[in-house]
């Protein structure tokens, strides 16, 4: 697992790296997994895949390293909006302590749960027990699948913590915005189209959950549960740490 340590680091905001750890990823023989397996089998295979050039898109777009994205679109953010070199100061604080939280939180879970990736869930589909999950030996996802688990998604984790942070910032939900990445697919040479503007923070993480499983790298509970882990560390960080100054 690369960079295992993170789940053990002393978190900047949070008490401990576990706090806010979710309930455990869908049973193999459930019904809510054969629906995430059968849901990113069919759109996140790197070929035959049924995904609409639009999805496609949105994968290659949120490919790019969520750190980076985050801080990209916080500068255009602080220099049309802000004003204030204090605030400027204070808003990049806030989001980022709270996704270096989100990440701690979410490497935490992974060395718990240690669930698998799709990738070799659907390789071995034919031996999880479940009648609903047929395996595919060849099938491999749309990018490649990072080496450390599935569950909760360090992407979503972190983004829905950046994108609550930024409501909790502002005070609201509603706020226009331009986003863009840099990723390069190696295999394919596809580029996203750039950049993306939004008018609400919680219309990206809509994107984001969609875009892993798009990739073929997650299952939509580990989307889902991870947003909504960011979601907490965020506003637990805005409740206790860097109160405005009047």
Do not use: C
């Amino acid at each position: 697992m690369v960079a295992a340590y993170l789940g053990r680091l002393l978190p900047f905001t949070l008490r401990e790296p576990s706090q806010f750890r979710q309930e455990p990823p869908p049973q193999l023989k459930s019904g809510k997994y054969a629906d995430d397996y059968n849901e990113v089998k069919a759109l996140g295979s790197l070929t035959g895949s049924s995904r609409r050039p639009s999805q496609t898109d949105t994968a290659l777009f949120f490919a790019d390293n969520a750190v980076q994205y985050w801080n990209r679109t916080l500068r255009t953010i602080a220099d049309l909006d802000l004003r204030d070199s204090g605030d400027v100061a204070r808003m990049f604080a806030l989001v980022n302590m709270a996704m270096a939280d989100s990440l701690i939180g979410s490497w935490n879970s992974k060395r718990y749960f240690n669930f698998w990736r799709p990738l070799t869930a659907i390789r071995l589909g034919d031996s999880d027990g479940n009648d609903r999950t047929v395996g595919d030996a060849a099938w491999t996802s749309f990018i490649a699948t990072p080496n450390y688990p599935d569950y909760t998604s360090g992407a979503n984790n972190l983004s829905g913590s950046a994108t609550t942070m930024l409501a909790n910032f502002f005070g609201t939900d509603k706020h226009t915005f331009t986003m863009t990445s840099t990723f390069v697919h190696p295999t394919t040479g596809q580029q996203p189209q750039n950049p993306r503007v939004y008018s609400r923070f919680s219309d990206v993480t809509d994107d984001i959950v969609d875009a892993r499983i798009f990739e073929g790298i997650h299952f939509r509970s580990a989307d889902e549960d991870g947003r909504s882990q960011g979601k907490h560390i965020a506003n637990w960080a805005f409740a206790h740490f860097l109160r405005p100054l009047h």
